[in-house]
């Protein structure tokens, strides 16, 4: 199993940029899909962004493309989703997750495919 904590979240102006964190314990990251979501008030979660359990394959939802990296560090046990030239539309509660997975490459952008939640960082982005 592996616990996930989300931080990094807050107030940020139109165009500037924050990086989110999801500090893991339990088993090391290189065995699971690591992958951020986000839900706005009164919309779905939505799919942000993945990263493959090997580290080397990465997709983005084509409204964060360009803007957005995700990345891991091993050792620290932690994810970031670095957020770049932030709109209004990306204000929402972000979500780190973890998907059980015996694939090295692949990656998932359905929620109901990872097993592990955070509980949610809140990003606003105030124009």
């Known amino acids: 199993q592996v616990q996930l904590v989300e931080s990094g979240g807050g107030l940020v102006q139109v165009g500037g940029s924050l990086r989110l964190s999801c500090a893991a314990s339990?088993?090391?990251?290189?065995?699971?899909?690591m992958g951020w979501f986000r839900q706005a008030p009164g919309k779905e979660r939505e799919f942000v962004a993945a990263?493959?359990?090997?580290?080397?394959?990465?997709g983005y939802a084509d409204s964060v493309k360009g803007r957005f990296t995700i990345s891991r560090d091993n050792a620290k046990k932690t994810m970031y989703l670095q957020m770049n030239s932030l709109k209004p539309e990306d204000t929402a509660s972000y979500y780190c997750?973890?998907?059980?997975?015996?694939?090295?490459?692949?990656?998932?952008?359905?929620?109901?495919?990872?097993?592990?939640w955070g509980r949610g960082t809140q990003v606003t982005v105030s124009s």
């Open positions: 990263l493959s359990a090997n580290g080397l394959s990465t």
């Open positions: 339990g088993r090391t990251l290189s065995n699971y899909i």
């Open positions: 997750a973890a998907a059980d997975t015996s694939l090295r490459w692949g990656i998932t952008r359905q929620s109901s495919e990872y097993n592990y």
